[in-house]
C-alpha cells in the first residue's frame, strides 16, 4: 500500500516517521515545510496539497489541531475529495467531534471512499515508541486493509462501532485524562501543603488503588521542573470543548468535566497553552499559593 500523511506535529510527524520505517512508501504534506524537509531526507514524497496526495496514495491519513481544520483539507478547495478515487481510503488520527467525523464520512462516500475516524491515545512518547492506543469508528472492512499500517503505529486497536464511534471512544478517553491530571495537581499540592514529602506520597499510593497512566509517567516530570509538552494544554482545552459541545448535543450533564474545563480555560488565559496538559498543576497552585518543589 501506498500511504498519505497530512499534519506533521508533534504526533503525526513520530507516526509518519514509523509508517516509513516500516517500508510503506509515503506522500506527506504540512504547512510548515520543516517537517516536510525532514521526512523527505528519509525517503518520504512531497505533495503540494490534500489533493495531490489522495490522488497518488491507497491510504490517506490526516492528524491536524481541531474539528473545522480536518474538514477543510478533506472537504475544501485542493482538499482530498478532490484527489479522491474508488477504492481510496480516509484515516483521521485527529481528536474531532463525532458529529464531524459522520459528515465527512458521509461525504467521501459519495466518491466510493471509505473513512475511519482513528483518534490516538499516548501522547508524543507512545507516537515515537509506536505504542499508541487506537480507537476506530466506520468500516470493518476498511480497518482491516489498513490495520498492517496501523500495527506500525501502535499497539491497541480497537474497533469501537460505525463512523463516529471513535471520536466519541477519544472523548470519553479525554475525559479521564483531564480528571487524572487535575487530580494528580491537587494531591500533589495538597501533600506538600500539609507537610508530607509529594515524591514519597507519589512512591506510596501508585501502585495502589490510585495506580493511573498520569501517576506513573507525569510526576517525575513535573518534580525535574519540565513543564514542557508531550500533549499540550491548549489540546487538551479542545478536547474538553469538543466534549462538552457533544453533551450539550445528547443532554449529558458531566459536572466533573465542566470543572477541568475551567481549570484548563485558566491555564489559557494565563498564557501556558503550550505546556504540558499536566502543567495544569500551576493554577492549583496558585490558588493554594503553595508552589511545587522541584528537584
Known sequence: MKIG???????G?????????????????????????????????????PAEVAS???VVFTNLPDSPDVEKVVLGEKGIIAGAHSGLIFVDNSTIRPATARKIAAALAQDGVQALDAPVSGGDIGARNATLTIMIGGPEEALETVRPVLNVMGKTIT???????????????QIM?????????????????????????????KAGAAQCWTLDVKPDRLFAANR????KASMQAKDLN??????????????????DMQLYTAMLQAGEGNLDNSAVISVIEKMANEKLQTE
Open 242 to 259: 469538543i466534549i462538552m459541545e457533544t453533551a450539550r448535543e445528547y443532554g449529558i450533564p458531566l459536572p466533573s468535566a465542566a470543572v
Open 13 to 49: 510527524k513520530s507516526i509518519a516517521k514509523n509508517i516509513l520505517n516500516a517500508g510503506f512508501p509515503l506522500v506527506v504534506h504540512n504547512r510548515s515545510q520543516a517537517a516536510v524537509e525532514e521526512l523527505v531526507e528519509l525517503g518520504a514524497i512531497r505533495a503540494s496539497s
Open 5 to 11: 500523511y497530512i499534519g506533521l506535529g508533534l504526533m
Open 228 to 231: 514542557q509538552p508531550g500533549f
Open 159 to 173: 474497533h469501537v462501532g460505525a463512523s463516529g464511534a471513535g471520536q466519541i471512544a477519544k472523548a470519553a478517553n
Open 56 to 58: 497518488q496514495v491507497d
Open 177 to 205: 485524562v483531564a480528571a487524572q491530571m487535575v487530580a494528580m495537581a491537587e494531591l500533589l499540592i495538597f501533600a506538600q501543603k500539609a507537610g508530607a514529602d509529594p515524591q514519597k506520597v507519589v512512591q506510596a499510593i
